[in-house]
């Protein structure tokens, strides 16, 4: 079965410790995007990228860093500089054209020791 | 900047019908998408408009006027399952480009 693949489910970071966040697909999708949601908040985008080895910084990317080395995968790592982590992360991806909808992983909670 | 607003929340009673509205004012828009959320799952796509009017699919249906900046999702025949939250999305001119969402309306269905 295709899908997005997400993990840890839950994760906790100590101060000042830096952890990465899991997300491979075998949609065969061109994008791959990271959202955060907070309580009563809607999603809100982290990075994204429309094709291997490029990315682009969404509305609250300080703190979080990306890669996309493969096709099939987009870990996301929250760095230390980010003061305020624990949230629920998604991952989502996507076929790169107009009006394609975005399928999503379980999602990462992650939490603060 | 962009905005998109939703009701916070909303309650109905099983087999009841009820419209969750959402208003956008976006630099460019492309098309509409709605998601549904169950608490602590993952988003899942329900339907999108990108021509004004109606689509439906089966028990739900969802409408948009692009002039007014205006969508809604209608849910029928309500189910206890139906409990959740509903998230608007716009889709800018760009292909790829991520989805910008609403907070989402959360949904409590009651018997």
């Known amino acids: 079965d295709g899908g997005i693949t997400q993990s840890p489910k839950y994760l906790f970071r100590k101060e000042g410790q830096n952890v990465t966040l899991s997300c491979e697909q075998n949609l065969n999708h061109d994008a791959m995007y990271w959202y955060r949601q907070d309580p009563g908040q809607g999603l809100r985008l982290i990075y994204y990228?429309?094709?291997?080895?490029?990315?682009q910084k969404g509305d609250i990317a300080e703190g979080y860093s990306v890669s996309r080395e493969k096709k099939e995968s987009f870990p996301l790592t929250v760095t230390s500089a980010q003061k305020n982590p624990t949230a629920f992360y998604l991952c989502?991806?996507?076929?790169?054209?107009?009006?394609?909808?975005?399928?999503f992983g379980d999602g990462t909670r992650l939490s603060i020791l | 900047g962009q905005n998109i607003d939703q009701p916070t929340e909303m309650t109905a009673t099983e087999g009841a019908i009820v419209q969750i509205n959402c208003t956008y004012q976006?630099?460019?828009?492309?098309?509409l998408f709605w998601y549904q959320q169950h608490a602590g799952e993952a988003p899942t796509f329900l339907s999108y408009?990108?021509?004004?009017g109606l689509e439906e699919k089966g028990r739900f249906s969802s409408f948009l006027s692009r002039s007014k900046g205006y969508s809604y999702l209608l849910l029928k025949e309500l189910q206890m399952k139906d409990s959740a939250s509903y998230l608007c999305a716009v889709s800018l001119n760009q292909a790829g480009t991520a989805l910008i969402f609403g907070k989402g309306t959360t949904l409590s269905v009651s018997s």
């Open positions: 976006t630099s460019g828009f492309n098309g």
């Open positions: 408009n990108v021509l004004d």
């Open positions: 990228s429309q094709i291997v080895n490029d990315f």
């Open positions: 989502a991806s996507s076929i790169s054209r107009f009006n394609q909808p975005q399928h």
